[in-house]
């Protein structure tokens, strides 16, 4: 069958999916805060009916009722969607619409989460290696996966497909060799969330390992380039705010708002998974946060540097995912749904299957915070879809020789020991975990805590998937720095 | 990724993909059959045997036969674990979580019935020869077409019913059919008369091909009957298979004598001609036309608008619908018409039988003209002709356009039934997913020879795209929206009637043409 065809059953395969997720429970919550759903309308709200420059403002806009806490390009967008005014006038009346659901609003917000798909399709067909089959199946599961289908559409908190869709167009224009374009794309994608400042270390080396390699004259014009494309794109969106320099301070201090705790609820990092050990929340105190960045810092050190001296495609991929990872593991203030910002281990799906959706299961895996908003059914269906069809179509199994999952590394650093099939190894290590997350599910749903450990089940959870990660981010650190895939071996892989 | 895809492990994906998605859409809209198929549960599980066809306390009655009751009885032990209050009789409209979770997955545990048909109908298919990549096999087309139909899939898993496990179950006996194992047919099709009567539309080709292919075993060597060869054993054999199901179905309720009762719950002709929206069959047309004339007719002042029955075409939901100019339809008149449009392809198979494929033909036109002619014909009922025509359409050519022009046809109908706006984008999606594998699958198929459809049909398939994108999107937002809420409904089953209509006499002259030379398939 053609591939246009395909490319279209795939898609909208995708589009149903979201849809049908979206058809469950919501982030409705209870009242007087109304959930997230709210939070978006109250957005539309204000940015309707306020001026520009009181949108991050206390004057006529409340904002410890779900203030506008990100930075203006999802502002604007707020107001864009606004504009349904001309639909149903009764969405955006200011003060008067708190709590108000409508089916056709839902509709109308979800229409608008697009960037996403058209990126990724690109991505599969043009920067994937292998048969059109492999590229539509690669496609299916890169589309299929359930972490951002469930936080966008089911549990709907907010526009993650935006900004990770600015960000994967970014991605694309960068491995298209369009530095400039790709420049300008992660610039929106960072204007319209500060989350993406995960990705933006690798951005930044790989471009200026380019730069550094580029010849003499070439490296200057690259960067200027470069640099003005970024510079200008900040202030084409920042404009409203830059006549008034303590404006522009309000903006950042709402952007990031240090005055929050360590972390919050259970999320499967570091440092929540310390606390259970030690008790690192009332040890370490505000000023601290200097610690933190260190830590992060550290962590990200290795990738970067990496790629800073090869700025090749492949390590720039590898280093969006060491980077998120580090940052959602060692920062400050983390969010459990932070974890999709490691989305970009979807870009390894073709190259890495097995470990891909090992680690895409994991990031799944935040079961508490689903069990809250009643989407136990969409998780556990979009989870064991994505499963199956993503070791079915991939033949992820098939494909796991010491060779192919480049464990080569690991022979080297684990030479202590008895000489073992690795390959092996981590087959029978993925059927245990899967059996183990598995289980855990069941057992969280079914079964009551006993009453002194009320948080029993969230807590093992968490730090099960903080076990995950930490693996996934060692693991790739060693891919990172053993050698790239050769030709033959990429050969093989058709 | 070849290999694993071609050991056959893809049959068990599609099955377990498209399960995957039914859960999705545990949540969306249903209609009131969900309301009807609770208050049977209700009804099975808190009354006696003999007060199940009286009972009529929500207005909802019991009016499919005996088995199918005994199916809810059934399903009802296993609701009690889900939620008590739903076997309430009294609990009219209920439908808490559980209710609903329940209902759904019952509806999607049933469709194993049908996967395990479409796994039997995709044995019988004839593969071609050569080793082609799976996408490009018969097998798979047809395992797409059957378990991820549009149709089935609203129909069932969103609008509510129990259309797949039905469905399956004349799928299996068709299959067995082509496998030539004719009395396994002959119990499933029995059981299934008796799970839902609305399958006596297809009795006629069963009745008639089983006694010409089964009971006489021999033909002469032009293909005409052998009356010597007339077997009684064998017809002893299916009479007794029919007589047995139905005195387990009916048994009972004849020896409680509620027997007319009963039947007086699985005929209601006090019905109007046309459901509440109109089946896109000929008294559609035939009601446009009635309406057009009499427009017509005040106009060039023919007749007096005081004199025309008020016809409430302007409101919302047409339930009675008497016509003005031309003559008003009743049931047996319907009958009739009927009856006409099946004897010929009836007809044929007694004279000139061409095997189980023309069975399976007669089958489609029977269901086909019960469609196009029948009194209080529901929309959904397109479905009997597009399944088992899904067969065909792998096969030869000459279906594969049939078929995508009757399938286009009949789901576009099937619209006006999810009419929410959440569920919009579903239904468009889904809609456009299974149009475009299926022309894109059977062109593939039949490649080589040109064309698959003819200009004109083309042009009628866009105009499809109009008339959705002009209902969907352009009538809510015109000034018409008040005052003839009905258009949108009407234009879409009269465009549809066409197609139909179109799809229909294609069929027949396919079955006549054949009858010129039979072959043995």
Request: hydrophobic share 50%; proline share 5%.
């Amino acid at each position: 069958m053609q591939t246009w065809s395909l490319v279209s059953i795939c898609v909208l395969l995708g589009v149903v999916v979201r849809w049908g997720v979206s058809l469950n429970s919501y982030s409705a919550g209870k009242p007087p805060m109304f959930g997230d759903y709210e939070a978006q309308r109250h957005w539309q709200e204000v940015t309707y009916n306020l001026p520009l420059q009181e949108y991050f403002n206390t004057t006529d806009n409340d904002l410890n009722y779900w203030g506008l806490d990100y930075p203006p390009l999802t502002a604007y967008h707020s107001w864009i969607c606004a504009y349904a005014k001309i639909i149903n006038p009764d969405w955006v009346e200011l003060h008067k619409s708190r709590g108000y659901e409508s089916p056709t609003h839902k509709l109308f917000m979800r229409t608008t989460l697009l960037i996403y798909i058209p990126a990724v399709v690109l991505y599969c067909l043009y920067l994937t290696d292998g048969s059109s089959k492999k590229k539509i199946s690669t496609l299916l599961c890169f589309l299929l996966y359930p972490g951002l289908i469930l936080i966008d559409y089911g549990h709907f908190i907010r526009y993650n497909g935006v900004s990770l869709g600015f960000a994967l167009w970014g991605i694309l224009a960068l491995g298209l060799g369009w530095d400039v374009s790709g420049s300008m794309a992660f610039s929106l994608a960072l204007n319209y969330k500060q989350m993406e400042l995960y990705h933006a270390l690798p951005f930044f080396c790989y471009l200026l390992g380019k730069c550094i390699k580029a010849g003499p004259m070439g490296r200057l014009f690259l960067l200027v380039r470069i640099a003005a494309t970024v510079l200008a794109t900040f202030a084409l969106c920042w404009l409203p705010f830059l006549s008034d320099p303590s404006q522009a301070l309000q903006v950042v201090r709402r952007i990031f708002p240090v005055a929050r705790g360590l972390f919050e609820d259970k999320v499967a990092n570091t440092w929540c998974s310390l606390n259970t050990l030690i008790k690192i929340r009332s040890i370490l105190s505000g000023d601290s946060q200097l610690y933190l960045l260190a830590c992060t810092f550290l962590a990200v050190l290795p990738a970067s540097f990496r790629l800073l001296t090869k700025p090749t495609f492949w390590h720039f991929k590898l280093a969006l995912v060491n980077s998120s990872l580090a940052f959602f593991l060692f920062s400050y203030q983390v969010h459990e749904k932070s974890i999709l910002l490691a989305a970009p281990v979807c870009l390894l799906l073709n190259d890495l299957p097995l470990i891909a959706i090992w680690f895409l299961q994991a990031s799944t895996f935040m079961l508490p915070l689903f069990l809250k908003d009643g989407l136990l059914v969409p998780y556990v269906v979009t989870s064991l879809a994505f499963l199956f069809f993503s070791l079915y179509l991939l033949s992820a199994l098939d494909h796991c020789s010491e060779d192919e999952l480049r464990m080569g590394a690991y022979n080297k650093l684990l030479f202590f020991l008895p000489k073992m099939d690795l390959a092996h190894v981590v087959r029978w290590k993925f059927y245990i975990s899967v059996a183990v997350m598995a289980v855990l599910s069941i057992v969280s749903i079914a079964l009551v805590p006993p009453p002194h450990l009320p948080d029993l089940f969230p807590v093992l959870v968490s730090t099960t998937a903080f076990l995950h990660f930490f693996g996934t981010f060692v693991y790739f650190n060693v891919v990172q720095f053993s050698e790239p895939p050769s030709r033959k071996s990429q050969k093989k892989n058709n | 990724m070849a290999a694993r895809v071609d050991s056959g492990f893809w049959f068990p994906a599609l099955a377990l993909g498209v399960s995957f998605l039914k859960c999705l859409f545990i949540n969306a809209y249903h209609s009131t059959d969900f309301e009807v198929h609770r208050n049977w549960l209700a009804i099975t599980h808190s009354l006696p045997v003999s007060r199940w066809y009286h009972e009529n306390t929500s207005e909802w009655t019991l009016d499919y036969p005996p088995l199918f009751a005994w199916f809810e009885f059934g399903l009802s032990h296993v609701a009690q674990h889900f939620d008590r209050n739903m076997l309430q009789v009294e609990n009219l409209h209920y439908a808490s979580p559980s209710t609903v979770l329940f209902q759904r997955l019952s509806v999607i545990f049933t469709d194993v019935v049908f996967i395990y048909a479409a796994k039997e109908c995709c044995r019988c298919v004839q593969e071609q020869k050569g080793s082609q990549d799976v996408l490009n096999r018969p097998s798979f087309v047809l395992a797409v077409l059957l378990l991820w139909n549009f149709g089935l899939l609203i129909v069932d898993h969103i609008h509510f019913q129990y259309n797949g496990f039905l469905f399956g179950v004349l799928l299996l006996s068709v299959a067995k059919h082509l496998q030539s194992q004719h009395l396994q047919g002959a119990l499933l099709f029995a059981i299934l008369l008796n799970l839902k009567h609305i399958y006596l539309y297809v009795a006629p080709a069963y009745g008639i091909y089983l006694l010409r292919s089964y009971c006489f075993t021999q033909d002469n060597k032009d293909g005409s009957i052998r009356w010597m060869s007339f077997s009684p054993l064998r017809l002893l054999a299916l009479g007794s298979i029919v007589v047995s199901v139905c005195a387990l179905s009916f048994g009972p309720f004849i020896a409680m004598g509620q027997l007319p009762q009963v039947l007086s719950r699985l005929f209601p002709f006090k019905r109007g001609l046309c459901h509440a929206y109109w089946a896109p069959n000929i008294w559609a047309l035939y009601s446009v036309l009635d309406k057009g004339l009499a427009v017509l007719g005040v106009r060039l002042k023919l007749l007096e608008e005081a004199e025309l029955p008020r016809a409430s075409m302007t409101g919302g939901l047409v339930q009675e619908f008497q016509h003005s100019v031309l003559l008003s339809v009743s049931p047996s008149a319907t009958l009739v018409c009927t009856l006409l449009s099946i004897l010929p392809a009836v007809a044929s198979i007694w004279l000139r039988p061409c095997g189980a494929r023309g069975f399976l033909r007669c089958l489609l036109l029977c269901a086909l003209g019960s469609f196009m002619f029948g009194w209080h014909v529901h929309e959904k009922a397109v479905l009997i002709a597009i399944l088992p025509l899904s067969i065909l359409a792998v096969e030869s050519r000459e279906d594969a356009r049939i078929f995508l022009v009757l399938t286009t046809t009949g789901h576009y109908s099937l619209f006006p039934l999810l009419f929410t706006p959440a569920e919009l984008p579903i239904k468009v999606s889904l809609m456009l997913m299974f149009t475009i594998f299926s022309f894109t699958a059977l062109r593939k198929l039949h490649s080589g020879q040109g064309p698959l459809l003819r200009p004109l049909e083309v042009i009628y398939l866009l105009g499809l795209v109009v008339v959705a994108i002009a209902c969907e999107v352009v009538f809510p937002l015109s000034p018409w929206q008040q005052r003839l809420p009905f258009l949108p409904l009407l234009a879409t089953s009269v465009y549809c009637s066409v197609g139909v209509c179109y799809s229909f006499l294609r069929l027949y002259v396919r079955l006549l043409q054949r009858d010129d030379k039979p072959k043995q398939l």
